[in-house]
């Protein structure tokens, strides 16, 4: 299923960011179904959970229009997407939850339940921040390094204004010498537009080539 959306979904081009996390909400929750069951035997076993995030990793990069290659920490943060196992193991903690409440209480109103709600995401995104500060994490870094201080926020905006070329510079998978070259597909990691050796995100966002309309490298776009 993700990877047939995923063919409807170019990174350049195709449907705006609405549609995008139409689509990425509808696999998630085929992903998702009977959570409660499954989470915590994911959570243990390391091979079911590889598959369940390259399953997510999938239409999550298709969400936020990068390039193949950027880690799933880092598409997930660019995308503003909660990771496939924190979702997992955050719907089986409020189920059991629920289950206690009716226990203990029988019906549980309507209040209730969105007080339960509005915990759950407050414990989720905090757990999410908690494990993207970690200093052991090394994937995403730049990424991180951009869109986690105003992560919140960031969420909050659902993909609105995140572009492809966007998505090239807060990644650094794109049209840029230092990625080209190490993908394979430039000799050189220099630029094309100056005498600069290092031809990086960083760097195309300063290039005043770029400003005078250069033409794009060898490689592609702009990011």
Known sequence: MANGLTR???????????????????????LLYGAPVWAERVEE????????????????????R???????????????????????????????????????????LPRARATLKLQKREILLQEWEDKLSDPRLVSGRRIREAVQPVLRDWIAKKGRGLTFHVAQVL??????????????????????????????????LVLPGVERGAPSPPGGDWG
Do not use: M, W
């Open 45 to 64: 076993n390391p091979t079911l959970c590889r598959r369940l995030v390259a399953v997510q990793r999938h239409i999550v990069n298709r969400a936020a």
């Open 171 to 204: 990644s650094g998978h794109g049209s840029f010498g230092e990625y080209l070259c190490r993908i394979g597909r430039e000799r050189t990691t220099g630029c094309h537009h100056c005498p600069e050796q290092v031809n990086s995100a960083q760097h195309t």
């Open 8 to 30: 409807l979904l170019p990174n350049l081009g195709g449907p705006g960011g609405h549609v995008r996390r139409l689509y990425a909400t509808t696999v998630h929750s085929v």
């Open 66 to 108: 990068a390039y193949r290659t950027v880690s799933h920490v880092g598409v997930t943060v660019l995308a503003g997407i909660l990771p496939i196992d924190l979702l997992a193991i955050s719907q089986a903690r409020t189920y059991r939850r629920l289950k206690e409440l009716e226990a203990k209480i029988g019906l549980i």
